[in-house]
């Protein structure tokens, strides 16, 4: 059973550029979340999709945005890039139903590098 | 404002010698505290929930308990393999599987 999957694994934009990560949820999983890691510290928690909705968000600007698709994948885009973006970007994914359905297993991540 | 305070921020052990780590948090209800490792460069690894003060979790030579202001986990015996970060989390009680708010972490070393 793959678990979550992000790509791509490292991304290099310069200034004002734009990105976009992908995330692709375990199986079973139908709730993605998106946190950013800076170096050194715990991650922070951008927004969260469940049913292509946004249903909860964090204290991150509106050049954060995101979508998810019906096969419950989802995309991350930043726009007008800045220097501070420069992290350890993570997609996190929870359960239908079940027990464990607060619990979120966290992707690979993917490395930005805005320079 | 929910705050998740860890300590130490790093900690250095030989082979064997057995510690704990501390996670205090405040928040406004909890819906559950959460545990995970993360090795440099890679994403969390899932380690424990707990849901209520009292409750305590194992898995291998990690335990991890809860009361209501803070959380330890307490690594027994531990090996060079179980060097990481290891992370602390909380989940605010709400509906649905809501955003985690974490702590810095604890990096551990393991010497042999």
């Known amino acids: 059973d793959a678990g979550v999957t992000q790509s791509p694994t490292h991304l290099i934009k310069t200034r004002g550029q734009q990105v976009t990560l992908r995330c692709s949820p375990k199986s079973g999983h139908d709730t993605v979340s998106w946190y950013q890691q800076a170096l050194g510290q715990g991650p922070q928690f951008i927004f969260q999709?469940?049913?292509?909705?946004?249903?909860q968000r964090g204290n991150f600007p509106d050049r954060f945005s995101g979508h998810q698709f019906p096969n419950y994948s989802s995309e991350l885009n930043v726009n007008a890039l800045l220097l501070g973006d420069s992290a350890l970007y993570l997609c996190?994914?929870?359960?239908?139903?079940?027990?464990?359905?607060?619990?979120?297993?966290f992707g690979p991540g993917t490395r930005l590098t805005v320079l | 404002e929910d705050q998740v305070t860890q300590s130490p921020e790093a900690l250095r052990l030989q082979e064997g010698e057995s510690s704990s780590l501390n996670c205090s948090y405040t928040v406004s209800g909890l819906r559950g505290l959460f545990w995970y490792r993360q090795d440099p460069g890679k994403g969390p690894e899932f380690l424990f929930t707990?849901?209520?003060a009292g409750e305590e979790k194992e898995k291998e030579r990690l335990k991890a308990t809860l009361t209501k202001k803070e959380s330890f986990l307490h690594i027994t015996a531990p090996k060079p393999e179980d060097s990481a970060t290891y992370l602390c989390?909380?989940?605010?009680?709400?509906?649905?599987?809501?955003?985690?708010?974490f702590g810095k972490g604890t990096h551990l070393i393991i010497q042999p």
């Open positions: 989390a909380v989940q605010k009680a709400g509906g649905g599987a809501d955003g985690l708010t």
């Open positions: 999709y469940y049913e292509e909705e946004e249903r």
């Open positions: 707990l849901y209520s």
């Open positions: 996190a994914s929870s359960p239908l139903e079940g027990s464990s359905y607060n619990e979120q297993f």
